[in-house]
């Protein structure tokens, strides 16, 4: 199942975020594909924001791989690969310890996971358009997905 939305704005970035927030539940997975600048990192925050933290708290955790974020309507798990060079060192992160945990997982640069991509993820590839507007291609992999897209 497919889905394509077009962002005017980094303001609507934050609110598509918040609104894909609203139907997330313990232990989904969003996994973000894109160029740099495209709004990976700005519809994380709208993601936040909808999970009840303050967007202006998320920030690219490039250095560390992965940030944690405790006090919201679930715990959000923000990675960012951009620097991962092989998938053996997220393995060394125990990251399914917070694919399948309490939150929901948010992972930028998704592709680098190569071989330990899940199975079932939501899947948002972000395009730039122009100096404003972004397209994002949703696609779901499994069933709980293409419940959420539908909802989206």
Known sequence: MHKEITSKSPGNTLNIGAKLAKNLRK???ICLLGQLGSGKTVLTKGIA???GIAPGKIVS????LM???NRSRLPLYHFDLYRLKLAKDIASLGY???FYDEGVSVV?????LGCLLPKEYLRIELAIKSDSQRVFKLQAFGSRYKEL???I
């Open 96 to 98: 399914e310890e917070y």
């Open 67 to 69: 940030r944690q974020y």
């Open 108 to 112: 930028e640069w998704a592709d680098r």
């Open 49 to 51: 924001q909808g999970l």
């Open 27 to 29: 232990g989904d997975i």
């Open 149 to 151: 897209l539908e909802r």
């Open 61 to 64: 955790p490039s250095f560390v």
